[in-house]
Structures are given as C-alpha cells and as structure tokens.
C-alpha cells in the first residue's frame, strides 16, 4: 500500500473554471477527510465520509465546493466557478473509524486560482 | 467551541539544542490531542497522540508532549534538536461528538542552525 493518493499534485486554472481533485484512500479506511490549507495556517477541516455517506460539512464548504465518495472507496472534490480566494492545498487524509488519531494524510492538491 | 493556538509563529534553534513548542487548546470535555509535522512537500504526519493514561506522551523522532490540564496546554518537546528536524510542526484536538474530525493550530515553523 503506498498511503493517501491525491492526483493532481498542482493546479493552475482561471478563474470562473470547474475543477475537480481526486483522493484514494488507504484501501481498508472506511473515513476519508478533506481539509483545505492556506499559506501559513494550519489544515482547516471541510467535510469527512464514513463509507459513501457524507457525515459532515464545515460551513467553510460554500455551494461551489461538493465532495463524493460514491462507492465508499476514491472520493473526488469538485469547486465550480473558481475564485482567486479558493486558491490553497487541499488535503485528504483516510482513517478507520473510531480511530481519528491514525489518520493518514496525502500530500495534498495545491490548486492556484489566476 | 474547540480551538488551538500555537503562540510562536516561527523558532529559530541551533542544532543539537533542546526544543519547546507551545501549543493550548480550549475543550470542554476530556481532550483528544495531537502533535503533526509537516515537512516540505511532504503530507502531515502523525507525530505523538494523547487521549488518556500518563501525561506524558512519547512519539516518533524523540519528540515527547506534556499534557497539562491545569494550564490546558500540550506542549511538544525534544531534548536535542536536528538538521532535519526543521519543519512546520502543528498542534490538533480532536473534536465532534465522537473526535470525528481533527482541529489544527495555526502552526509553528521551526528552522535549525547548523
């Protein structure tokens, strides 16, 4: 297993344009968070499955901003008309539930809003 | 509601010296704590852990915390700092109804004189 996959690594795109992250967890994770890190903050949390279902979601995750994990495995997280304020490094990390202290995290997605 | 503070933005050690970083946490309930690093272009990882038992907490890379309720602090320390160990180093509490999700402090940059 080589942990939490995020592909891209790095996203340059215009504002107003649809983008689209994907993660692959640890493969016997049932939980799957995304965070969002911006220069000199720490991660802040957006939204965590359990399986398929979607348990929670921060404020922060305006209505532009939807995340899935449809068959409880990858989970992608979409941004429509992109604003220069979404530009940050996304962040996901998988864990079994129950115990959050073993979350593992990916590298993250930098995504750049020009 | 959960917070973290990290009262130092940036420390500026000489290697082969000791280390402290500040971390306090408010929580109402017993607290769920945590210590990361995050390296550049590296993932966080997962540096000690604290939920219950000794307050004092050993981790990985010779780092150890000291949990102290009376002072709501959880601070991160190391006796001999290295080269590598230059990094920007976070403080977490677990929060949600059952720790479902992680809290970050703003973080702390550390840099090492050779």
């Known amino acids: 297993d080589t942990g939490v996959s995020q592909n891209p690594r790095h996203k340059i795109t215009k504002r107003g344009q649809n983008v689209t992250f994907r993660c692959d967890p640890i493969?016997?994770?049932?939980?799957l968070y995304w965070y969002r890190q911006t220069l000199g903050q720490g991660p802040e949390f957006l939204t965590y499955?359990?399986?398929?279902?979607?348990?929670?979601k921060s404020r922060l995750l305006s209505d532009r901003f939807s995340a899935e994990r449809p068959k409880g495995s990858f989970s992608t997280l979409e941004i429509q008309r992109t604003e220069q304020g979404d530009s940050a490094m996304y962040l996901c990390a998988s864990s079994f539930a129950e115990t959050l202290a073993e979350a593992f995290f990916g590298q993250g997605t930098r995504l750049t809003v020009v | 509601a959960q917070s973290v503070t990290q009262p130092d933005i940036h420390i500026t050690v000489s290697e082969g010296a000791s280390l402290e970083l500040r971390c306090n946490y408010s929580?109402?309930?017993?607290?769920?704590l945590f210590w990361y690093v995050q390296s550049p272009g590296q993932g966080l990882q997962l540096l000690l852990k604290?939920?219950?038992?000794?307050?004092l907490v050993q981790g990985i890379k010779g780092f150890e915390a000291e949990f102290k309720r009376s002072q709501s602090s959880f601070n991160l320390r190391k006796p001999s700092v290295h080269w590598s160990d230059a990094a920007e180093y976070f403080c977490?509490?677990?929060?949600?109804?059952?720790?479902?999700?992680?809290?970050f402090g703003p973080g702390t940059s550390l840099s090492v004189i050779p």
């Open positions: 977490a509490v677990g929060a949600g109804a059952s720790y479902d999700k992680v809290i």
């Open positions: 493969s016997e994770h049932n939980r």
């Open positions: 604290y939920f219950s038992g000794d307050t």
């Open positions: 929580y109402g309930a017993t607290p769920y």
């Open positions: 499955f359990q399986n398929e279902a979607q348990l929670e």
